[in-house]
């Protein structure tokens, strides 16, 4: 495709139930971020790949948050046991090689991500 | 560690008139910097970045932004604010050595006709 894209666009969920978050980068894109946006806040950062292994996992807020890539292409981002301060925009970005040499990363339009 | 302060939460112009939006990090070398805009509704776009060389980098419409390593600064301005403008900005901070970028806490800019 043309952009980064992520299913679903809106996802509205229980307390205590998983949830699957997922992104498809730009293709041929080695470089794949994922960040939270709460309400009015910037953006946090979550965890970032460079093809299938994952230097940095840092930003992960607990043991409940995890991520794969396959194929050094599609993500996905997986909740457990969701909680209500989950709620929130994840967002995924994808850059070419990466952004140590200065590449720009695309983003795509988020899920918005609803605890109940 | 690297961080990025944006001071300003938020913004007041009125069309027309000139922004200025302040961006200061905190990195112990030669940093890339870049500014996104996020407008209502819309993803985050890239306004400009700076990777090397010349310290006035101009960007898409109409911004430009100075990188000053001085006062470990990358403003962002524009002459002749328009009434599109009012979004959200961000500025983010990455690392030569590190595939990573920090994002301030953002700027949030309302256009007054």
């Known amino acids: 495709g043309a952009g980064v894209s992520q299913s679903p666009s809106n996802k509205v969920t229980e307390k205590g139930k998983d949830v699957e978050l997922r992104c498809d980068p730009i293709?041929?894109?080695?470089?794949l971020y994922w960040y939270r946006q709460s309400l009015g806040q910037g953006l946090e950062f979550l965890i970032y790949?460079?093809?299938?292994?994952?230097?940095?996992k840092s930003g992960l807020p607990s043991d409940r948050f995890s991520a794969e890539r396959t194929g050094g292409s599609v993500s996905t981002l997986t909740i457990q046991r969701t909680q209500q301060e989950d709620s929130a925009v994840y967002l995924c970005a994808s850059s070419t090689t990466g952004t140590r040499f200065g590449n720009e990363q695309f983003f795509g339009p988020g899920t918005r991500l609803t605890v109940l | 560690a690297q961080s990025v302060t944006q001071p300003d939460i938020h913004i007041t112009v009125s069309e027309g008139a000139s922004l200025e939006l302040r961006c200061n990090y905190s990195y112990g070398a030669t940093p890339y910097l870049f500014w996104y805009v996020q407008s209502p509704g819309q993803g985050l776009q890239l306004l400009l970045k700076y990777f090397s060389g010349d310290t006035l980098v101009q960007g898409i419409k109409g911004f430009e932004a100075e990188f000053k390593r001085s006062q470990s600064s990358f403003n962002l301005r524009k002459p002749s604010v328009h009434w599109s403008d009012a979004a959200e900005y961000f500025c983010a901070v990455g690392k030569t050595s590190y595939d990573k970028v920090i994002f301030g806490p953002g700027t949030s800019l309302s256009v007054i006709p």
């Open positions: 293709s041929g894109h080695t470089a």
């Open positions: 790949f460079q093809g299938n292994s994952a230097p940095d």
